[in-house]
């Protein structure tokens, strides 16, 4: 059984940065693709950033620039540094894995993630 524990988040001023963290553990294949989501109070949720296990990365235009998305495949840990923090980044965040070649690894396809952790709240204050 795979497990994905975030951690990492906290409240944090406008501008400031803030680095989650996501750690699997149990079976853990080599994940072909690792993402972060995020859904914000009264929102769907949406794909924030993707890296496949080559190191392709894509981004949501929302964060592009200010998120960075990187693995550490040894470790079995996600990371997503986030700098620039604006108000509009306060939700929960969710890392998510899959272990299928045949999957779309897009940060825009939630539908292609099999495994998701709990989640980490991430708050953004002025």
């Known amino acids: 059984q795979v497990r994905l524990v975030e951690s990492g988040g906290a409240s944090v001023q406008a501008g400031g940065s803030l680095s989650l963290s996501c750690t699997a553990s149990?079976?853990?294949?080599?994940?072909?693709?690792l993402g972060w989501f995020r859904q914000a109070p009264g929102k769907q949720r949406e794909g924030v950033a993707s890296?496949?296990?080559?190191?392709?990365?894509t981004y949501a235009d929302s964060v592009k620039g200010r998120f960075t998305i990187s693995r550490d495949t040894v470790a079995n840990t996600l990371y997503l540094q986030m700098n620039d923090l604006k108000s509009e980044d306060t939700a929960t965040y969710y890392c998510?894995?899959?272990?299928?070649?045949?999957?779309?690894?897009?940060?825009?396809?939630?539908?292609?993630?099999?495994?998701w952790g709990q989640g980490t709240q991430v708050t953004v204050f002025s």
């Open positions: 998510a894995a899959e272990s299928s070649y045949s999957r779309l690894c897009v940060s825009s396809r939630e539908d292609q993630f099999t495994y």
């Open positions: 149990g079976y853990t294949p080599s994940f072909y693709c």
């Open positions: 890296i496949t296990l080559g190191g392709t990365t």
